[in-house]
């Protein structure tokens, strides 16, 4: 119980990086394993770190592949995400975004589209080009470390503490 919640992930999906973690049905039914989520989701940790000065990163994502992405890659970020409801009042959206500090989010453009009423900050960025943004270099070096490297040594390159503790975790509106 007070160890890193990011580093108790990697070492669990590096375990078995061939078992299916995520059956997605959002747009297009897609399988992804465990190898895949933890290689996309390190490689954009180490762009949201290299990006994103803030603490906390608001999450506005259907349930869905892109979600499970987005909250591994801030937690690796060494950051905390704040998954917000957005088929909540604007009144409570604004509360949650002022009460989580936070002032980046991660949406996917198709979810911009459909909420038009949400309060959405100066600083929203889009998954999919964020992703696009790490290149696939970057994902294939880190595909290649989930498979040939154990899980210990995973977090420690990513840099993730050994403890996480009474540390915040993450933040659910």
């Known amino acids: 119980l007070l ?6 992930y990697v070492r669990s999906l590096a375990r078995r990086p061939w078992e299916t973690q995520v059956i997605d049905c959002t747009a297009e039914p897609s399988v992804v394993k465990a190898g895949k989520l933890l290689a996309v989701s390190a490689a954009l940790s180490r762009r949201i770190v290299a990006t ?7 999450i506005v994502l ?3 592949a892109g979600c499970c992405v987005a909250n591994l890659a801030v937690l690796l970020a060494g950051k905390i995400p704040v998954n917000l409801n957005f088929t909540a009042g604007r009144a409570a959206i604004e509360a949650s975004l002022r009460l989580g ?6 949406t996917a453009e198709m979810v911009q589209k459909k909420v038009g009423n949400f309060p959405w900050p100066e600083r929203t960025l889009d998954l999919r080009r964020e992703i696009l943004a790490c290149g696939k270099p970057a994902i294939f070096k880190w595909l290649a470390a989930v498979w040939l490297l154990p899980g210990k040594l995973l977090a420690n390159l990513l840099g993730l503490p ?3 503790g009474q540390e915040e975790a993450g933040l659910l509106f």
């Open 3 to 8: 160890g890193n919640l990011g580093r108790e």
């Open 62 to 64: 259907p349930p869905s």
């Open 101 to 106: 500090e936070v002032t980046t989010v991660l």
């Open 52 to 58: 994103i000065p803030d603490r906390r990163i608001g």
């Open 162 to 164: 050994h403890e996480g």
